[in-house]
């Protein structure tokens, strides 16, 4: 069974860093772009960062630029999310997510950040 | 960014008949490959979510077929042709063509 867990989330003030986990199962992890997508409480989804099957080639939104970077340790079938000087507008749940390369199909449960 | 605009944003339907939701972007959606990448997204309740739909209308594995995705350009449209119960939830469309890739605002699905 595909399983994407995160972990990682919690509570931090505004101006720290937090460092999210997606641990995958049950595909072949390298084959395969892994996404980062949020949800702001009240409000509808947002991509937040993608990255190619090596870690090669990353993409993230302009309003996380600089702060955030997506990364990928395909020995350990693991992405990450190292997230830098938040603001209160990052505050959300963060959801990994299978594929990147113009749609994502599998999703996690989400690990919820809060910035306050 | 591309916008994707959704409608309606809340819809009532009775146990069996037929639902649409209808997306529309604020820029084509067609990809220098031929391919249009639109996409269907279904939340469930406590769940996360779930893709239905890829490139306009292909369905995902397990996907019921009473589920149907069409268009072209800037319109799109999901259908249920019989609503069941388990449908119940959030339905999002989203763009995979322009980069940053962007959702509709979502449309709840409720059984009146």
């Known amino acids: 069974e595909v399983q994407l867990v995160e972990s990682g989330g919690g509570l931090v003030q505004p101006g720290g860093s937090l460092r999210l986990s997606c641990a995958a199962s049950g595909f072949t992890f390298s084959y395969f772009w892994m996404t980062w997508v949020r949800q702001a409480p009240g409000k509808g989804l947002e991509w937040v960062a993608r990255?190619?099957?090596?870690?090669?080639?990353?993409y993230s939104v302009d309003s996380v630029k600089g702060r955030f970077t997506i990364s990928r340790d395909n020995a350990k079938n693991s992405l990450y999310l190292q997230m830098n000087s938040l603001r209160a507008e990052d505050t959300a749940v963060y959801f990994c997510?299978?594929?990147?390369?113009?749609?994502?199909?599998?999703w996690g449960r989400g690990t919820t950040v809060t910035v306050s | 960014d591309v916008v994707m605009t959704q409608s309606p944003l809340s819809l009532p339907v009775t146990l069996g008949q037929p639902a649409s939701i209808s997306c529309r972007s604020s820029?084509?959606?067609?990809?220098?490959?031929?391919?249009?990448?639109l996409n269907w997204l279904q939340r469930r309740p406590g769940q996360s979510p779930r893709r239905l739909i890829y490139e306009v209308s292909k369905r995902d594995s397990g996907v019921p077929d009473r589920f149907s995705g069409s268009g072209s350009g800037t319109d799109f449209t999901l259908k249920i042709s019989r609503v069941e119960a388990e449908d119940v939830g959030v339905y999002y469309c989203?763009?995979?063509?322009?980069?940053?890739?962007?959702f509709g605002q979502g449309t709840k699905l409720e059984i009146k």
């Open positions: 820029q084509g959606l067609l990809y220098s490959n031929g391919y249009t990448y």
């Open positions: 997510a299978r594929g990147g390369s113009h749609s994502v199909d599998v």
């Open positions: 990255v190619d099957q090596d870690g090669s080639e990353n």
């Open positions: 989203m763009q995979g063509t322009h980069w940053p890739y962007t």
